[in-house]
Each structure stands twice: as structure tokens, then as C-alpha cells.
């Protein structure tokens, strides 16, 4: 092997280091926009570091903690907004009309076909789960914010209060004693008792399991999907990949604004059709 060569290939190397180094610096990146933290990132304007507020050991202040409140402050705000409206004239504008047809949507399309008789009573929950979902989502497209519905911890939350209601409603309609015994299919051999029931208990958490990671595997995915189109931009350092890269995430961008409907969507329509189940064993 020539000097020239052996040269070439050192230099080759160096170059696969330097682009395997600034690949995982934007990993780092990526993965600082996805993940939960003590900084309120606004750069180029500045960041906000956020204080330490500790209960029971937990931090309880950090950036998706600060963004669940605001979402919740504007949710409740918009809400009390548009019930007032009604006061002034029983026809919905604008806003008002927005609303309305998601609250109908959700009763009448979601909550009375699945649940059936005694909808009512669950339709304050899944509408609660349903606007939360779709505000935190839409928030998360927003330049300088955060997805909070792609931390394990805010899905699974959502996904323990479905557990909670799917099991108090299903006990409230059949019983204690009913709803558990109602687990079991009707005709079942008794050897077979043996597997069905801790496969029946097991179906109880799985649900929730599958509520909670649906949700955040598909808008973790999404935002990593943006963030990994638009960090091909400073590897390449090519104009026409850049392009190509920009109108991708663009197309990819517009596609969140689907998902984040249709998460919110699925959520609500699983818990419903699960609460639907509970209450109503014998369909």
C-alpha cells in the first residue's frame, strides 16, 4: 500500500468519524425536543430554566408539567367561554360552532353507539379525554412548545383513568360479583377455568396497555420523523437535499395535523367501545 493511499483511507476514517459525531450530536437534539426536561427552549430568543419543586421526591415542574397546565388553563377557558355564549343566543358562531360539533360528534358518534343505554353518564369523561388528547396534540405543532401526549407518563395516566371508568362501569351495571363473573364466557369446562381467568384478569390491563402506548408511540414517532427530515439539512450541507428534506417534513408536518386528530379520536372511540363492554357483558 502506497503512503497516498494509506493517507486516503486515513482521511476517509476521519470523515466517517466526524459524520458519525455530528449525526449523534443531532440525535441529541432530536431527542431534546422530544423528551421532558427543566428548560423551556425558545431559541434564538432564549431559554427558560424552570426552578426546582419537589413533592414527595417527584420534580414536579418541568416543561411538560408547565405545558399540561397551560393546555388545561386554555381548554377550560375556551370551554367556559363557549357555554356562556349560549346565554346570549342559542344559535353557535364561530368558535361556539367549532365546539359544538365536536361535543356532538363525540356524544352521538362515539359514546351512544359503543356504550349504548346509560351513555350519558360516561359522556363528561370521554369528552374531558377527548379534548385534552386533541389540545395537547395540536400544541405540539405549534413552533417553541411540546407534545406532551409523547410522555409515557401523560398516556398512561389518561390510560389508568379509562381503566378506573371502564371498571366502575361495568361493576355499577352488574355488580361486584356480576361484572367478574360476567369475564367468563357462559359454557366454559371447568379445567379450562384454570387458563381462561388469568387470561381474562390480564385482558383487564392489557387495554389500558394498548391505550397508552398507541398514543405515545404514534406522536413520539411523528415529531422524530420531523425532527430527523430537518436535521438531514445541516448533515448533508447540500442545497438539494435540504430542499427535499424541508417539503418532506412540510408533507409529514400536515400529516401530524391528521394524526393529532385521529389520536385524539381513537383514545376516545377505545375507552368508549371498552366502557361499552364492562357495562353491557351480555352483547
Known amino acids: 500500500m502506497s503512503e497516498n493511499t494509506a493517507l486516503a483511507g486515513i482521511d476517509s476514517l476521519a470523515q466517517v468519524k466526524d459524520t458519525v459525531a455530528q449525526a449523534g450530536q443531532e440525535s441529541d437534539?432530536?431527542?431534546?425536543?422530544?423528551?421532558?426536561?427543566?428548560?423551556l427552549d425558545f431559541l434564538p430568543i432564549g431559554i427558560i430554566h424552570l426552578p426546582e419543586?419537589?413533592?414527595?421526591?417527584?420534580?414536579?415542574?418541568?416543561?411538560?408539567?408547565?405545558?399540561?397546565v397551560l393546555i388545561a388553563a386554555v381548554l377550560i377557558f375556551l370551554l367556559i367561554k363557549t357555554a356562556n355564549s349560549y346565554k346570549k343566543s342559542l344559535v353557535p358562531k364561530g368558535m361556539t360552532n367549532f365546539f359544538e360539533v365536536l361535543i356532538l360528534f363525540v356524544r352521538d358518534e362515539?359514546?351512544?353507539?359503543?356504550?349504548?343505554?346509560?351513555?350519558?353518564?360516561?359522556?363528561?369523561?370521554?369528552?374531558?379525554?377527548?379534548?385534552?388528547?386533541?389540545?395537547?396534540?395540536?400544541?405540539?405543532?405549534?413552533?417553541?412548545?411540546?407534545?406532551?401526549?409523547?410522555?409515557i407518563t401523560v398516556t398512561a395516566t389518561l390510560a389508568i383513568m379509562s381503566f378506573f371508568m371502564i371498571q366502575i362501569g361495568g361493576i355499577r351495571k352488574n355488580g361486584a360479583f356480576g361484572y367478574?363473573?360476567?369475564?367468563?364466557?357462559?359454557?366454559?369446562p371447568i379445567p379450562l377455568l384454570i387458563i381462561m381467568i388469568p387470561v381474562e384478569i390480564l385482558g383487564l390491563f392489557t387495554k389500558p396497555f394498548a391505550l397508552a402506548l398507541r398514543l405515545f408511540a404514534n406522536m413520539t414517532a411523528g415529531h422524530i420523523v420531523i425532527y430527523a427530515l430537518f436535521s438531514l439539512i445541516f448533515i448533508s450541507k447540500s442545497w438539494g437535499l435540504a430542499g427535499f428534506s424541508f417539503f418532506l417534513a412540510l408533507f409529514v408536518f400536515?400529516?401530524?395535523?391528521?394524526?393529532?386528530?385521529?389520536?385524539?379520536?381513537?383514545?376516545?372511540?377505545?375507552?368508549?367501545?371498552?366502557?361499552?363492554?364492562?357495562?353491557?357483558?351480555?352483547?
Open 180 to 188: 367478574f363473573k360476567g369475564l367468563i364466557p357462559h359454557g366454559i
Open 29 to 39: 437534539w432530536i431527542m431534546h425536543h422530544i423528551l421532558n426536561g427543566k428548560e
Open 110 to 151: 362515539i359514546a351512544k353507539p359503543t356504550i349504548g343505554k346509560g351513555y350519558e353518564k360516561f359522556v363528561p369523561y370521554l369528552l374531558t379525554a377527548f379534548f385534552f388528547i386533541l389540545f395537547s396534540n395540536f400544541f405540539g405543532l405549534i413552533p417553541f412548545s411540546t407534545t406532551v401526549t409523547s410522555n
Open 254 to 283: 400536515f400529516l401530524e395535523i391528521l394524526v393529532a386528530l385521529l389520536q385524539a379520536y381513537i383514545f376516545t372511540m377505545l375507552s368508549s367501545l371498552f366502557i361499552g363492554m364492562a357495562v353491557h357483558q351480555d352483547h
Open 53 to 68: 419543586f419537589h413533592f414527595f421526591g417527584y420534580d414536579l415542574l418541568t416543561k411538560h408539567s408547565v405545558f399540561m
